[in-house]
């Protein structure tokens, strides 16, 4: 089987960062491509479901986008999911938290995955080290 070169260039989908919420210690996991598009498609049904309980569209889509990626991102010290789907860690957290561990993960991503301002050239120079 062959090796992803991409994934092991930016540490493959084994980028963990620990975090503490409900005063228990997580991680946090840079999700793939796939479980982006998996999240996506949870959270399309999740909005329309508080739509139809008469959430306004726009903060049903921020609340499901959010809960979905939590739910996805969000793991156990035994590497195992903290919540089944996003609604469970809708049903789960509370705005406070659920802002949290997603500004948690955005600063993750950014750690790891953001070259700033560098040119093409430098990106290819920091591959090839």
Do not use: H, W
């Amino acid at each position: 089987m062959k090796k992803r070169v991409i994934s092991e260039f930016f540490g493959g989908n084994d980028i963990r960062e620990p975090i503490f919420v409900l005063g228990k210690k997580m991680y946090i996991k840079l999700l793939t491509v796939y479980e982006m598009v998996l999240c996506d498609t949870e959270s399309s049904k999740l909005t329309e479901i508080l739509i139809n309980d008469g959430i306004e569209e726009d903060k049903a889509k921020v609340i499901s986008e959010n809960s979905c990626l939590v739910s996805m991102c969000l793991y156990s010290i035994k590497s195992k999911r903290i919540f089944k789907d996003g609604l469970d860690a809708m049903q789960s957290l509370t705005i406070e938290e659920l802002n949290k561990i997603t500004n948690e993960y955005i600063e993750v991503k950014n750690r790891f995955l953001s070259f700033g301002d560098l040119t093409l050239e430098e990106v290819n120079g920091l591959k090839k080290n």
